[in-house]
């Protein structure tokens, strides 16, 4: 992995320290967190942040119990089972049984409304084509004279942000199939497709989704993280570079999103957790306009 990726997500911690928390019951209130006392190696006696784990999450199969639970005992650091419990940034540590954020402090304790204690791995399968006029011609920006890239964005349901159409890695699944499942999904309305539409849009994507090309691995800033759970996401570009493929999709919003569409890429976008950092670094794979 490139070192120079994880050191620009690892930069990134600002949105997880919002004052406030998601949750279905509203907000929950965070421990506000200046700039100087994110890292955990600044002692702070004063830091006394609220627990929260929303209470939907309990009983769930596919979740965490509680910590104090006497018949869960976690593998930190490792392959838990069917649970990847490790973090691409190396190993975490464990206070007291408690999971800590490798990037520091975000003024809530507990899981929040995350499924796992410690990482919550998720994918995000970034779409992209060059734009194109009505004769095929790639149009260029007027400024930079660069290419204008384009790549298949959603509008979240939950916050009403545009993101990538990605999602969480099921226990068991391969990050390769996270990222077919989550687009076809969120972006193409697979689950609402009669069975012979699934089989033939799923066999059409199948070599498109081989050659997926790594942008980043490591620490995603979402406001969904806490002191004891966070996201960390393999971001993967995959390029049509005639249009071919992705020129026939019909796109269609499904499962969490509320719309799908191609979105011009340049630096005034804003997306939703850092994932406007994840496009800018495609732009640079394809020296295209920013």
Sequence with gaps: MNSSVVRKGLLNHFKCRNIDYPSRNGKVARFPVPDNKVSWDIK???????????????????????????????????????????SYHGPYNVINNFPRNPVGRTGLAGRGILGKWGPNHAADPILTKWKRDENHCVIYHEFSKKPILQFIGIKRRDCGEWAIPGGMVDSGETISQTLKREFMEEALNYLEMESEAKKEISCKLNCFFKNGIDVYKGYVDDIRNTDNAWIETVAQNFHDESGAVMDTLKLRAGDDAKDVLWIDVSSNLNLYASHTNLIEIVVSRHNAHW
């Design 44 to 86: 702070w006696s004063e830091y006394i942040p609220q627990y929260y784990t929303s209470p939907h999450l309990l009983g769930q199969t596919w979740a965490d119990p509680e910590l104090d639970d006497s018949n869960f005992h976690p593998l930190w650091n490792a392959m838990d089972g069917s649970i990847n419990r490790c």
